[in-house]
């Protein structure tokens, strides 16, 4: 069975960053396609990023320069790093690995930019 948990959400002022981190058993981060999406208040959830393989990235046009996702074998951890952040990044954002065709969810981090 695959559990997905993701961390590292909080509130941040503009300009600030955060790093969010999902975990997860039951699937190798490093064999599958990984993706980070968030939903922001009243609207529906979006994409914003990918990682395959450890190595093939890919962004939303909205976080390109801001985000960089990334991973880590040792501890099957994938992370979402995010720099200058805005008040349109507040969202709860939640983790996806995809394992034969089927996409997993985490229970998501909020992220709340605010001054």
């Known amino acids: 069975q695959v559990q997905v948990v993701e961390s590292g959400g909080g509130l941040v002022q503009p300009g600030g960053s955060l790093r969010l981190s999902c975990t997860a058993s039951?699937?190798?981060?490093?064999?599958?396609?990984v993706r980070w999406y968030r939903q922001p208040p009243g609207r529906q959830r979006e994409f914003v990023a990918s990682i395959t393989s450890n190595v093939y990235t890919n962004y939303a046009d909205s976080v390109k320069g801001r985000f960089t996702i990334s991973s880590n074998n040792a501890n099957n951890t994938v992370y979402l790093q995010m720099m200058s952040l805005n008040t349109e990044d507040t969202a709860a954002y939640y983790c996806s690995p995809v394992l034969n065709l089927r996409a997993y969810w985490g229970q998501g981090t909020q992220v709340t930019v605010s001054s």
């Open positions: 039951g699937i190798r981060f490093s064999d599958n396609n």
